[in-house]
């Protein structure tokens, strides 16, 4: 399963290995250097009609307003859907399903993604914790 990801975890551990690259002066899984290599989105290679859309070194990118991005990784094994997102105004989330599609055959990520999006983008003011 490794060549192909096939990574089985938690939500919150998959949140933190996201929140992992906000800082890359601080993160301990690779050098700062090596993040903007990951989340750089390849010009010219589209992945979508979208052309802000871009697959970097293992994620998804959307470029946003002001030079950020959006990153995201969807992810199915039988009987499973997932998808983990860093949000370019620092927010990470991940959702998992033990189901890959709704009643119509539609992918449950896909369909989550946008709802998860609303829900935070209504949200006015973040508690503030400290890890």
């Not at 551990?13 to 390849?42: E, H, Q, S, Y």
């Amino acid at each position: 399963m490794d060549a192909h990801g096939g990574w089985i975890s938690t939500a919150s551990d998959l949140v933190r290995f996201g929140a992992a690259f906000n800082d890359p002066a601080k993160c301990k899984i690779l050098k700062a250097d090596a993040i903007k290599t990951m989340f750089a989105a390849p010009d010219g290679l589209p992945q979508a009609k979208d052309l802000n859309v871009g697959y970097g070194c293992g994620w998804n990118v959307r470029k946003v307003a002001g030079g950020k991005i959006n990153a995201w990784h969807t992810g199915a094994l039988d009987g499973t859907a997932t998808i983990l997102v860093r949000r370019h105004d620092g927010l990470t989330w991940a959702v998992l399903f033990n189901a890959r599609s709704n009643a119509k055959g539609v992918y449950l990520a896909g369909l989550i993604d946008p709802l998860v999006h609303q829900a935070a983008d209504r949200v006015k003011n973040w508690p503030v914790t400290e890890r």
